[in-house]
Antibody, heavy 118, light 106 residues
Framework: QVQLQESGPGLVKPSQTLSLTCRVS??????????WTWIRQPAGKKLEWIGR???????NYNPSLKRQVTISLDTSKNQISLELTAVTAADTGLYYC??????????WGRGTLVTVFS | DIQLTQSPSFLSASVGDRVTITCRAS??????LAWYQQKPGRVVRLLIY???ALESGVPSRFSGSGSGTEFTLTINSLQPEDFAVYYC?????????FGQGTRLEI
């Protein structure tokens, strides 16, 4: 059974870069086919798809975030990384990683809360 | 982007009830739709994919239907553990989008 666990700094200052990781257990992120996806949820709002990375390293991003976001694989640690540059208060929320053999998200982490606060 | 509109946004029901949640897409998405359940402190759970296929391990009281622009999630004989927030997700085109959620409460 695939399990995912997100981790990150919790607090980030405006204009800085947010870096999150998602540790995967129960599966190798480099074997597939498997997609690893980041999703976020501002407080009281709906889920927003940030983007995904395939086992090959190929990525797809939400156009609304494309200039800010990088998602990558760290196969040595079996984890997925998310970097979001130039953050603002609008980037505050709960960040989830999820995985599946397509865009159907069969496994989710519990999420990690990020607050952009000066 | 494809917009998904769920109705109702809030639903009050009782144990044993049958409830239906609707998800309408702003354009046709064939059957590229999934439903998820979100409960506080719990991992988000996939319930239905392909509009009507039940994910392994999900109780049969959950069912989905629809195609094109209108979809439904039905829960028969509500159980206490079913009170949660439900989201639809379209997988037809990028960016992937979600509905705004339906909160199901007692």
């Amino acid at each position: 059974q695939v399990q995912l666990q997100e981790s990150g700094p919790g607090l980030v200052k405006p204009s800085q870069t947010l870096s999150l990781t998602c540790r995967v257990s129960g599966a190798s992120i480099s074997s597939g086919p498997y997609y690893w996806t980041w999703i976020r949820q501002p407080a009281g709002k709906k889920l927003e798809w940030i983007g995904r990375v395939y086992t090959s390293g190929a990525t797809n991003y939400n156009p609304s975030l494309k200039r800010q976001v990088t998602i990558s694989l760290d196969t040595s640690k079996n984890q997925i990384s998310l970097e979001l540059t130039a953050v603002t208060a609008a980037d505050t929320g709960l960040y989830y990683c999820a995985g599946g053999d397509s865009d159907i998200l069969r496994a989710w982490g519990r999420g990690t809360l990020v607050t952009v606060f000066s | 982007d494809i917009q998904l509109t769920q109705s109702p946004s809030f639903l009050s029901a009782s144990v044993g009830d049958r409830v239906t949640i609707t998800c309408r897409a702003s354009e046709g998405i064939s059957t590229y739709l999934a439903w998820y359940q979100q409960k506080p402190g719990r991992v988000v759970r996939l319930l239905i994919y392909g509009a009507s296929a039940l994910e392994s391990g999900v109780p049969s009281r959950f069912s989905g239907s629809g195609s094109g622009t209108e979809f439904t999630l039905t829960i028969n004989s509500l159980q206490p553990e079913d009170f949660a927030v439900y989201y639809c997700q379209q997988l037809n085109s990028y960016p992937i989008t979600f509905g705004q959620g339906t909160r199901l409460e007692i």
